[in-house]
């Protein structure tokens, strides 16, 4: 094992460091825990970091330091681990506690003591990296005081073998005889000397999520979060530190992500000498929570990474770990079904005989498995009811025997069987809401908040949960399930919960989100052998801790091919492809009323998991055809398009051309994917330079026979050409190395 983590005692420095990074802090003067590196690894560390001393004017020197006092040490400006608040620190606070008997609001937190162990501890409740042999990571816990508060900090950080990332996350427990209140504790934080650096973010919105935001960061703050009960498609809970110049295979990037799917926050402080500061965790506002004596509170990880190589090499970074340390279960490697949906082809109107026509169409072209999405349960026939009554709608496919026949139907076509769910809301018109109706989250004497025609259910009680669990456990345990879309459709209103005290409201937000994952984890734990895909309108909550249940999500309900080349494009900055569903819809788009080719819309679903939101029906015999070959085309590549390494090349947000690749683990495959968006009178030629290969292996080129060598393919490139002159093409160029 490579990993190791040291404390040197005579200079009172830990450094956690592997093959590929290092990452140092130390205690400080009156037992502050300081920052010191983060990044490439070095061989060890002689104390070259110790903080300037310099007396800077309106910064406050350390409260209980002895007479001489040293005016040029001040919190306000030394880099920390964990900053506390009221106690001169003017910057941006990592955590700040509220005494429940005098009122008064700050935290000062000092170094205690440390322990070091191997492997992992496991969260209860949250979602999280974890380690499948202990010897493979090592964790550093260390633990700060208040001791005006009598309250314990304990900071975790884990060093994954050949990885370069440092998982950390911080856990509060109350030591004292009295309630402390917490109005924020942030899951991790990060000091960075001066630095030129800019932001990358994942902003967006409901059928644009994820796309790249590049900025210089002013002096200031800078805030990317979500307020509404959701990581959202907003903003994305990943963001990048890069350098100025930085490229997909060149240059430095600090990348942190936050293991969470409910409301996060990532402050970036610039301050007034251009130092940085990175404080991400759960969203302050709307959080307040009461610890009681003896009691504990947990923080979601995040997963801060390193690359002094490019964004690929962080992506890929991210893309490994997400997959092979967070995604569980037996289909973390296995092959994901093509789908077919019928959303998109019935939405609510259909019944046994028009679901039937879309199998017998779908079963001959080599489709995996049939989706049967909305409008299965209660009395549902648009979006207006039935939310929450998760029994079948009996009129809806009694054509044909009910819900189970028709399992039974797809599976004697040699195809599995998926159902919709959305198990978070409710309709006012729908049993559940007429017998419980305190069990959406309202307020008193204040309306609700209509979203989709639909109301939120109070996932903090554990009632509601449990009465959710048990109406889904009785449609699986009757009908034979192979998969299950869970959807969420509107986000957070009215937060509010009948089942706690008026002191306890601020706690409702993340109650809610550790109700979801204790559903999720309830049931895939039960149904061990169910694919779940995350939805939330499409790509509303694409994060990690979502991945930590289901290991791929529907990326966005836009499935025109040319606004996914941005989704996608953007979504794996941070998210394995395995994770990524996208699928061919119909021409003219439903989304966008983009007319565009099989070809091209196959060519981009081809960069995911692949599936079909078609009216097969519809479709000529040719048409039929195609699709045919390019199921085939999958089902062959299937490997390398789910789980190679992908590497982009020409982004969808800098010019008319996009490229990307994947590759397989031992450099012998490749398949190169150029996407030309707009046709031109006079096209340019262009050259793509492949990336990743191994210099002397020699390539042959699988369609022409051509051969180059991998120097040659990275070096020189290839040219685009030919040029078609239509709007969105695409072509595919697939590499095998010569024995």
Known sequence: MTVKINFDEQHQIFHLTNQKISYILGIEEGQLLAQLYFGKKITSYHNSRRYPRLDRGFSPNLAGQPAEIDRGFSK??????????QTGDYRQTAINLTDDVNGASAADFRYADFKIVSGKPHLKGLPQTYIEKRDEAQTLIIHLIDATLRTSLYLSYTIYDQRAVIIK??????????????????????????????????????????????????????????????????????IALVDKHISETSGEAIGVQLVYSGNHQFTIEKDYIQQLRIITGINE??????????????????????TDKGLNDLSLTYHKLLRERVARGKFKYAKRPIVINNWEATYFDFNATKIKAIIDKAAPLGIEMFVLDDGWFGKRDDDKSSLGDWYEYVDKLSDGGGLANLAKMVHKKNMQFGLWFEPEMISADSKLYRQHPDYALTIDNREMTPSRDQYVLDFSRDEVVDNIFNQICQILDTVKIDYIKWDMNRHLTEVYSHALNNTQQGEVYHRYMLGVYDLAERLVTKYPDILFEGCSGGGGRFDAGMLYYFPQSWTSDNTDPIARLKIQYGTSLAYPLSSMTAHV???????????????????????????????????????????????????????????????????????????????????????????????????????????????????????????????????????????????????????????
Not at 285 to 306: D, H, K, R, S
């Open 585 to 739: 819809s119909a021409s003219p788009n439903h989304q966008t009323g983009r007319q565009t080719s099989l070809a091209m819309r196959a060519g981009v679903a081809f960069a995911g998991v692949l599936g079909y939101e078609l009216d097969l029906s519809k479709l000529t015999d040719d048409e039929l055809k195609t699709i045919a070959m390019q199921i085939a085309f999958y089902q062959k590549h299937w490997q390398l398009l789910q789980y190679g390494d992908f590497k982009r090349i020409k982004s969808p947000f800098e010019e008319n051309e996009v490229a990307w690749e994947f590759v397989s683990a031992n450099q012998e495959e490749v398949m190169l994917f150029n996407y030309r968006i707009l046709s031109e009178a006079q096209p340019s030629f262009s050259i793509t330079k492949l990336t990743g290969l191994k210099d002397n292996y020699l390539y042959q080129e699988t369609t022409t026979h051509h051969q180059y060598y991998g120097d040659e393919l990275m070096n020189v490139g290839l040219y685009d050409a030919p040029v078609a002159k239509q709007d969105f093409t695409v072509t595919i160029k697939h590499f095998k190395k010569i024995k």
């Open 285 to 306: 506002y709307g959080f307040n929570w009461q610890l009681a004596p003896t009691a504990e509170f947990q923080t979601p990880e995040v997963i801060f990474a390193y």
């Open 169 to 238: 996350s911080a856990k509060l427990v109350n030591n004292s005889d009295r309630i402390i209140r917490i109005d924020k504790i942030a899951s991790a934080q990060l000091d960075l000397p001066k630095n030129n650096c800019d932001l990358i973010s994942l902003y967006g919105a409901h059928v644009n999520e994820r796309q790249i935001q590049k900025n210089e960061l002013p002096f200031g703050i800078t805030e990317i979060s979500s307020r509404r009960g959701s990581s959202s498609h907003h903003f994305n809970p990943f």
């Open 76 to 85: 306000d400006v030394l880099p920390q681990e964990y900053s506390g608040n």
